[in-house]
């Protein structure tokens, strides 16, 4: 009996430990993705990203608010839905749990999810880049609703599968990148190539590892961490 209960401690360490590297790897590539963004409010037309638009496009008010209003709120959701998955942070601080995931859900309903729309729009790589990007902003939005909702409803199991799948297509940024690299530079595709498929792989890639792990458990494994102090349901 002390065996298998010391079993089940060590493999509950390990498994946050597991949980904390992972939200340490988000909020490193938020990190970086800040210095990325914060050039772009220099508003140069030509920054980055941008000189691969059009002076039609770029000259569209509807563009240049979808974009700098996407790119900022973009990085406070991949900062906020990394520290929604550390348990010890929920346990120790229950009230700022709540009030990053309420940052969480709004930030996605009313800004990145509209504004990733509009950008979806002008997306470069003709229509299957913008049916995938405008898909996966509908996708994100509906997980990410449905994950405040059952919060609401307080069915906590189905609230914490639901985050994981939102928070699968919230990191489609960092498999983009990820995957076009490797792409890129390891199977020697071409540009075009490599852009439409991970237009796609980046956010229905993560999805599929979110399901896997939602099969595995780890909704109710996060759910019963949680449970190690009620605090978080008074």
């Known amino acids: 009996m002390a065996n298998t209960a010391r079993q089940a401690s060590i493999l509950d360490f390990f498994l946050e430990s597991l949980l904390l590297i992972v939200a340490a790897g988000i909020l490193a590539f938020a990190c970086l993705m800040g210095t990325k963004i914060v050039p772009y409010f220099s508003f140069h037309p030509l920054q980055d990203f941008l000189g691969t638009k059009t002076d039609a496009v770029l000259a569209k008010p509807f563009f240049q608010v979808s974009f700098y209003v996407h790119i900022a709120s973009s990085w406070v959701v991949m900062t906020t839905g990394a520290l929604q998955i550390i348990p010890a942070l929920y346990r120790r601080w229950p009230g700022v749990h709540r009030w990053v995931g309420r940052i969480y859900v709004l930030t996605i309903l009313v800004l990145a999810c509209p504004s990733g729309l509009g950008l ?115």
């Open 120 to 234: 979806a729009i002008y997306a470069n790589g003709g229509l299957a880049a913008r049916v995938g990007f405008s898909l996966q902003c509908v996708v994100w939005w509906f997980l990410t609703f449905q994950a405040w909702y059952y919060a609401r409803q307080q069915h906590w199991e189905k609230h914490a599968n639901a985050m994981l799948r939102s928070l699968a297509v919230t990191t489609a940024a960092m498999s983009l990148r990820t995957e076009s690299y490797f792409m890129y530079y390891y199977l020697g595709t071409k540009p075009i190539e490599t852009y439409l498929t991970v237009t796609w792989l980046s956010w229905v890639g993560n999805l599929f590892v979110a399901e896997i792990l939602i099969f595995f458990g780890w909704g109710s494994y996060l759910i019963k961490r949680m449970f190690v102090t009620k605090a978080l349901y008074h």
